[in-house]
Nanobody, 125 residues
């Protein structure tokens, strides 16, 4: 089974930075989709950023554009999310996700087969 393991969450002040990492148990293929979702209490799980290596296509939610950057380290089978200029509204449980259907990156979390356990990000005012 594919396993995803996140790390890097924590508590920071507004304006600070965090870098989340997600280690994949197998080699990431060119037609896989990899990305990050987040879910705050009482809210829907939403797509934060995804990357489709085959096309070099990235997606960022409007709320994080210009502040977050998704990257893929092929040698380490690791997907990272650099988060800068963090805001209190960024506070959520962040989940690494991946899908291997080869159709690009879906928007809805229900269309991803593989998930990490989640890592908490808390941003204080």
């Amino acid at each position: 089974q594919v396993q995803l393991v996140e790390s890097g969450g924590g508590s920071v002040q507004a304006g600070g930075s965090l870098r989340l990492s997600c280690a994949n148990s197998r080699d990431i293929r060119n037609d896989d989709c990899v990305g990050w979702f987040r879910q705050a209490p009482g809210k829907e799980r939403e797509r934060v950023a995804t990357f489709y290596p085959k096309r070099g296509t990235t997606y960022y939610d409007d709320s994080v554009k210009g502040r977050f950057t998704i990257s893929l380290d092929i040698a380490k089978n690791t997907v990272s999310l650099q988060m800068n200029s963090l805001k209190p509204d960024d506070s959520a449980m962040y989940y690494c996700a991946a899908d291997d259907r080869g159709d690009g990156c879906p928007s809805a979390h229900v269309n991803y087969r593989y998930w990490g356990q989640g890592t908490q990000v808390t941003v204080s005012s």
